[in-house]
């Protein structure tokens, strides 16, 4: 132990830098997690036993002090009233056994709420984007800070800017949509209301990540230049500029044969040259360390360590495999500048001071509540607003009211089959602690989480007789295929005596193929997991009306049962207060308004698939395939209608640094009160390279009594209009283009074309990446 005089709150970087030696520098630039084998025995990062089999005990790698403690609360069963006072105690041995005594910064994983045991788990990243309500993230995102703040938990790993592209891909389930720019805004929100509160958030996975061949994960990606730079990194851009997040962590992906973490071009060239970036850039899991064991770019860690350090990458985590001893050896044999090391280093202090790691005081505050209502009720509002009715053409639905929203005597009995009605697991994603952590048998999962059948039964509150059968197991492996059989034929003999099916089939989240979709659980053919299929066919035969419920992780092709379900509802793992949204959607409580943030497809070899192609990459007389998705994106029902009128296009001045106020009346024209996301795209008609066919440039989320109508304007700078040039510059030319106000991306709306004229104009640095919007009310008009 050493006994020291206490350093400030906000100490002085360079001198403290000046002071250190070189083993206690490197040891602010790595990580180290303890519970190696808190996971019930199975992996929760990518090779993980394999990668620490030699780490030790705390005091082992403490006596020159600490970067950071990685997830020391969310890789074990930890009750919240120990929570606080297991990490006091970890800090005070930190602090008094190395020299200087600098804490460590203390990181969790937080994508679907604060990954620790008894918290509460928010509607996935996919609900998210299915809400188009950046504002109830925003309000997500501070309640996650808020917890994170209370224990002494500093930076959060998330959120995920990955762009969706091939939904075979396991860890489509933790992206917000395909479109760059919903991303970019949806996150941006989640980030600020985390930061609002003290924490730092992280961006992942930096970059491309989600391009792989094949949907597999860590697999190469083959991406141009130009796209690249146009979609998959905009959320990016967006959330550095608008939000300003701690840390950015890179992606584990090589593009075009060059590793991420070893391109200097990508983690300090795009990053920080071109968009200004300031925090700390920190390893995916291991991701230094693949640079020799997987990527073969390097001889050994101590080769991995420098290209790492060279191309930006300023934290090694988990732990310290390259950045401890080899990357010692490189900076002793002169391999490497130990300027960069102090680079690194200045970036990990001052992260320190700005999130106030130096100013604890190691005081209980209190209580720890990690599940509140008020938690419950905003994870309850994203899952009310992420429910998408897919199709509703018979008017199965709503069970429990009409059109209007006035009760109406129920179906006498509703048949609740399959695998996700009576599944508590089933309503979350991967990055849920539930889903995450194997935790020891008979362990209960520390919230409450009503399932689809528990919430429906409650929603129709005895006015129909419930009656409910699995049918069969999510995953086939789980189950002996005789008692599968039986099971399917069981629950259609019950579909058979009901009034309405209501078939709740999809996923279950897990790691590495502990689950059907996840981290590192990929897919192959985008079929229904296990016998799913077979039960739907089975109850679909009996002739009785069927609702069908996907709760999934992914989007699936539906094409088989689309045309014989009377009602396809679709909920992407709607967290913890889920089961009450779906439930209430079928039965009228409540109006659907959520919208597609991903296109669903047709058939499986039309993916990957993006809305943002140009016009040989949809449907077209030069090939057999259409890969134009079943229902596009954008799209989600309602059990009101809406009308749009009115579009208007003006310009403040006609050419291309202008400013373009596109606006359009959306009316209710239904019966009953709803919520309509009215996307406003655009098109380059005709360009120096080839355009999306569509590109979302704004959307409204607009509440509407029936009859009401609103005004949606939507300010429009001319730098949303820009491309990529052949040169990699940011322009806009001039020429026609087409704005399309419509329900979806396939949907044929309203267009308005304008011109604009002028020169081709050069983007910099600050060009613009928001289209502001404005909502104003009109008078109520009898429907």
Not at 160 to 179: A, M
Not at 313 to 327: I, K
Not at 493 to 498: D, N, S, V
């Amino acid at each position: 132990m050493t006994d020291r005089t206490p350093l400030p709150e906000t100490p002085d970087v360079p001198a403290l830098i000046a002071a250190m030696s070189l083993d206690e520098k490197l040891a602010q630039l790595i990580g180290l997690w303890l519970d190696v084998s808190a996971a019930g025995g199975a992996d929760v990062a990518p090779m993980q036993h394999e990668m620490l089999s030699k780490v030790g005990e705390l005091d082992d790698y403490i006596g020159h002090g600490l970067g950071q403690l990685t997830r020391p609360l969310g890789s074990r069963v930890v009750r919240a009233d120990e929570m606080r006072s297991s990490l006091r105690a970890i800090q005070q041995r930190v602090s008094a056994n190395s020299r200087l005594g600098i804490p460590a910064l203390v990181h969790e994983e937080c994508l679907t709420g604060l990954q620790l045991y008894g918290a509460t788990t928010y509607p996935s990243p996919l609900a998210w984007g299915a809400s188009w309500d950046a504002e109830s993230v925003r309000e997500m995102g501070r309640r996650i800070g808020s917890s994170m703040a209370g224990l002494g938990i500093h930076l959060g790993l998330a959120p995920v800017l990955d762009l969706v592209r091939d939904p075979r891909w396991g860890r489509v389930e933790e992206c917000i949509s395909e479109d760059p720019y919903l991303v970019g805004l949806i996150a941006s929100a989640y980030i600020d209301g985390i930061q609002s509160q003290g924490p730092g958030a992280t961006l992942k996975h930096f970059l491309a990540y989600s391009n792989s061949q094949a949907g597999r994960n860590l697999a190469p990606v083959h991406i141009g230049r130009r796209e690249l730079l146009e979609q998959f990194a905009v959320p990016f851009e967006m959330a550095v500029k608008l939000a300003r997040p701690s840390s950015v962590m890179h992606s584990y992906a090589e593009i075009d044969g060059v590793p991420v973490a070893a391109d200097p071009n990508i983690l300090t060239g795009l990053l920080r040259d071109d968009w200004g970036f300031e925090g700390t850039v920190v390893a995916d899991y291991f991701g230094v360390a693949f640079l020799h064991t997987l990527h073969d770019v390097a001889a050994d860690l101590e080769e991995a360590a420098v290209k790492a350090l060279t191309a930006g990458v300023d934290v090694e985590l988990p732990t310290g495999n390259a950045y401890l001893e080899p990357l010692k050896a490189a900076i002793e044999s002169g391999a490497v500048d130990i300027a960069l090391v102090d680079r690194a280093l200045e970036r990990v202090l001052r992260q320190k001071v700005d999130l106030g790691v130096f100013a604890e005081t190691g005081d209980d505050d209190g209580p720890i509540d990690l599940d509140p209502v008020e938690s419950r009720a905003v994870a309850l509002r994203i899952a009310e607003r992420s429910v998408v009715l897919l199709k509703n053409d018979s008017g199965l639905l709503p069970l429990g009211t009409d059109v209007s929203g006035a009760a109406v005597a129920p179906p006498r009995t509703v048949a609740v089959l399959g695998p996700n009605a009576h599944s508590a697991e089933a309503m979350m994603g991967n990055y849920s602690f539930t889903n995450h952590v194997e935790v020891p048998e008979g362990t209960p999962i520390g919230i409450e989480v009503p399932t689809v059948l528990d919430a429906l039964r409650a929603e129709l509150d005895g006015s129909a007789t419930v009656v409910h059968a699995e049918g069969c197991r999510v995953r086939a492996d789980q189950e002996d295929p005789e008692e599968a059989a039986a099971g399917i034929r069981a629950a259609a003999e019950l579909a058979r005596g009901a009034d309405v099916a209501v078939v709740v089939v999809g996923d279950r989240a897990g790691l590495f193929g502990r689950g059907t979709v996840g981290e590192g659980s990929d897919t192959d053919d985008l079929v229904l997991p296990g016998r799913q299929g077979e039960l739907v066919d089975a109850v679909l035969e009996t002739g009785t009306p069927v609702v069908l419920v996907l709760v999934t992780g992914r989007p699936y092709p539906l094409t088989r049962w689309a045309g014989r379900a009377a009602s396809v509802v679709q909920a992407f793992f709607p967290g913890e207060a889920g089961a009450a949204a779906v439930a209430g959607v079928l039965s009228g409580r409540l109006n659907p308004s959520g919208h597609l943030p991903v296109s669903m497809p047709r058939v499986p070899g039309g993916e990957p698939y993006s809305y943002l192609h140009p016009r040989l990459g949809g449907d077209n007389p030069v090939s057999s395939v259409d890969p134009a998705p079943l229902w596009h994106f954008g799209h989600g029902g309602s059990y009101t209608s809406f009308s749009y009128d009115e579009l208007s296009v003006t310009a403040d001045r006609s050419d291309t640094s202008g400013t373009l106020s596109v606006s359009v009346t959306v009316r209710n024209t239904g019966r009953r009160s709803g919520a309509d996301v009215v996307q406003l795209y655009g098109r380059d008609l005709f360009a120096s390279v080839t355009r999306p066919m569509r590109a979302l440039l704004g959307w409204a989320r607009v509440e509407l009594a029936a009859g009401e109508s609103a005004v949606v304007e939507f300010s429009v700078p001319a730098d949303r209009l820009a491309l990529v040039s052949r040169e990699l510059q940011w322009l806009v030319e001039p020429g026609a283009f087409e704005f399309i106000v419509a329900e979806s991306a396939g949907a044929e709306g309203l267009a308005a074309r304008i011109e604009l004229g002028g020169e081709t104009r050069v983007l910099g640095r600050d060009r613009a990446l928001v289209t502001p919007v404005s909502v104003t009310a009109r008078a109520l008009v009898e429907a």
